[in-house]
């Protein structure tokens, strides 16, 4: 994970070593300390995990590459052969369509004790790769959690929240400033239409690099939310009149709390999670040309288009879901 050290331990929780980023000497070292000493210290060795939950969300498929695939089916191998149990959570997959990448996919997917796939799409390309059929299906699993909303951020209430996400530089963009350059455009576009901007840093230190620097492009700074807490997020999403996002569980937060959104990344699990909210045109390319935002836009703004909760649950989102409709 990315979160610093600090945070994981003011939460009671330990830190596993890793004989790749600390070292092999270190790891050593650490070994030969007590266990006891090392639950003081909050260190855990691979050998003491019992379960590993993967939530990677996405990072398997061809966009990752095959030496990122052969590096996590060495560490689950390692993990089984300890007697871990590993766990793969609802999260979304390929295309594979290197050969050499579908044959690690299938050794991971028999190594892992259970597979869940975020969308149909991706249940789809795991099964062409890997011929399992014991691969299950499930939706995200943040969808129900509650959001919550601190004074300082209720002067955000019925704003524009703009949620960057910095792997699109290395996913779509061609030159090093293309996406601040174009996310800068687009809330130019937004403040045109007197709307009240602000960004909000979804993820962490690299995110908040790329949302400085867009706010610096401004001709009008806007406010920028930088919290690490969840539901926090989540809350400052809730009282936001539309979301323009890069980041997958951004436009979650938003669907399920009946914000319209729109959408911009490089993956399938965009469009496979506005399809399930039945909104799958609100999803755009990275780099799109402002007319089709502006479309986008006014469509939202002219029809007073909103969320409507249906009560009903469907085999994709076995949860309450939401269809957009005009009020």
């Given at each position: 994970t990315d979160t610093p050290y600090e945070q994981r331990a003011a939460l009671g929780l330990y830190q596993k070593i890793d004989v790749s980023l600390k070292g092999r000497f270190f790891?050593?070292?650490?070994?030969?300390?007590?266990?006891?000493?090392?639950?003081?210290?909050?260190?855990?060795?691979?050998?003491?995990v019992d379960v590993v939950l993967d939530s990677s969300g996405f990072a398997y498929g061809d966009q990752w590459g095959y030496?990122?695939?052969?590096?996590?089916?060495?560490?689950?191998?390692?993990?089984?052969?300890?007697?871990?149990?590993?766990?793969?959570?609802?999260?979304?997959?390929?295309?594979?369509?290197?050969?050499?990448?579908?044959?690690?996919?299938?050794?991971?997917?028999?190594?892992?004790?259970?597979v869940?796939?975020?969308?149909?799409?991706?249940?789809?390309?795991?099964?062409?790769?890997?011929?399992?059929?014991?691969?299950?299906?499930?939706p995200d699993f943040t969808n129900l959690m509650?959001?919550?909303?601190?004074?300082?951020?209720?002067?955000?209430?019925?704003?524009?929240?703009?949620?960057?996400?910095?792997?699109?530089?290395?996913?779509?963009?061609?030159?090093?400033?293309?996406?601040?350059?174009?996310?800068?455009?687009?809330?130019?576009?937004?403040?045109?239409?007197?709307?009240?901007?602000?960004l909000l840093n979804h993820e962490g230190d690299k995110d908040f690099s790329i949302i400085q620097k867009i706010n610096e492009r401004l001709s009008e700074s806007v406010s920028i939310v930088n919290v690490v807490s969840p539901s926090l997020i989540k809350g400052v999403i809730g009282q936001s009149n539309m979301v323009f996002s890069a980041r997958f569980h951004g436009l979650v937060s938003a669907l399920s709390?009946?914000?319209?959104?729109?959408?911009?990344?490089?993956?399938?699990?965009?469009?496979?999670?506005?399809?399930?909210?039945?909104?799958?045109?609100?999803?755009?390319?990275?780099?799109?040309?402002?007319?089709?935002?502006?479309?986008?836009?006014?469509?939202?703004?002219?029809e007073n288009l909103s969320l409507i909760h249906i009560s009903e649950p469907t085999r994709r989102t076995p949860i309450s879901y939401a269809v957009f409709c005009l009020k």
């Open positions: 790891y050593y070292l650490v070994c030969l300390l007590s266990k006891r000493t090392r639950r003081r210290l909050g260190l855990v060795l691979d050998s003491e030496e990122k695939a052969l590096s996590r089916l060495g560490h689950i191998a390692k993990l089984k052969s300890q007697g871990t149990k590993v766990v793969l959570l609802p999260q979304a997959f390929g295309p594979f369509s290197e050969k050499d990448i579908s044959g690690v996919m299938k050794l991971i997917v028999c190594n892992a004790d259970a869940y796939a975020r969308d149909d799409e991706s249940l789809g390309y795991l099964k062409e790769a890997t011929g399992s059929m014991d691969i299950r299906f499930a509650s959001g919550e909303i601190r004074k300082e951020d209720e002067v955000l209430k019925d704003g524009v929240c703009f949620i960057p996400n910095h792997k699109i530089n290395d996913k779509v963009a061609t030159g090093k400033n293309d996406y601040v350059i174009w996310m800068a455009k687009v809330i130019s576009f937004f403040q045109s239409k007197s709307e009240n901007c602000f709390q009946g914000v319209p959104v729109i959408a911009h990344g490089w993956s399938h699990k965009y469009a496979r999670l506005l399809d399930d909210y039945e909104c799958v045109n609100f999803n755009i390319s990275a780099l799109a040309e402002l007319d089709q935002i502006s479309e986008l836009y006014e469509h939202i703004v002219d």
